[in-house]
């Protein structure tokens, strides 16, 4: 049963009530706004637009829109820390800083004054950073065009010698610079950035990026990628995947490619590729290709009182030891002794 007073005061306390929890919800509702985003380009001053909410409780706030004015002295005279206050492009921008840190280098244009085996070569070069200066090599998406040819590859690590007349680069710079040719003598270049060489014996040029002294012990490394209309492959079989021009030996008569490596002074080893021609058939008619297959091994251990040397040869599909010896060091007549 109602107390007699709610009948007489029914309307008054429902109206009363109304009220409390319509401003109730306005309060929580502005309690609940720590992030706030206003578009300027609506109808309204800053100032009218930020009425509703209660500044002292706002963690940030993203204006977008043109800032007139009139907003800059509403924000300099609110009480929100301007650190709070973001604008929109500066949101974006940490946002790529952020998303795309990978790819968030500086983006230098490059074109070679000369054709470079008919090409003309435009390189998109994206240098490492490093205290806020560029450094000497970079990732970079390099394109080829010739009269009948045009083709991309992106690389991992790109780097020219005329850089060093080119410190402190900028994002959007753009360098006109002269092509460092390989010397006639070279197969394999030492300063080149990139250049063509018919490294497989099929007498075709292919186009190799110098990875200059990426390689072991300081030597140069070389990706080789094999020329098609309007793409390049890369050849990742031996001995291309891991070319260095440290110790690399090219025989054009016998065709064969020699390369040696050592993982310390104490051990290295040497790899003869020979190239072997082989037919298939793709379609209808055999066709002749050349694949290198690995047919010498050479192994060299130098220990404190003794040399190892042993020597594999290929042997259909098995390699047979045909030297195997072990040589004392510093010792009178530094004779030979057949190892059982």
Known sequence: MQPKFYFKYKKLIKYVLGLLLIGLTFFVTISLEKSVIIDVSEVGTLNSLLSKYRKE????????????????????????????????????????????????????????????????????????????????????????????????????????????????????????????????DEILSEYSPFFFSDVDFDGEDELLINEHREGSRGANSYEVYKIHPYYAEIIKDAPFANLENGDTEFDLKNKTITSSFSDSAFESVTYTYKAIKQDEIEYSAPESHYKFELVKVNTYIYGAEYEEHKVYLKDGYKYKLVKDEKKPINQKGNYSKKRH
């Open 57 to 184: 409780n706002i963690d940030s706030l993203v204006v977008t829109g043109k800032i007139n004015e009139m907003d800059m002295i509403t924000i300099q005279s609110t009480q929100i820390d301007t650190n709070k206050i973001i604008s929109q492009e500066k949101k974006q921008k940490a946002y790529i800083a952020q998303e795309f840190k990978d790819l968030n280098f500086p983006r230098i244009y490059i074109k070679y004054k000369q054709p470079v085996n008919g090409y003309t070569v435009k390189v998109l070069w994206m240098p490492y950073t490093y205290n806020g200066k560029t450094c000497e090599a970079g990732k970079a998406v390099l394109y080829f065009e010739s009269e009948d040819n045009h083709f991309y590859i992106q690389t991992r690590s790109y780097r020219d010698t005329a850089v060093y007349s080119h410190t402190n680069l900028k994002d959007g710079d753009i360098l006109f610079w002269d092509y460092t040719a390989k010397k006639k």
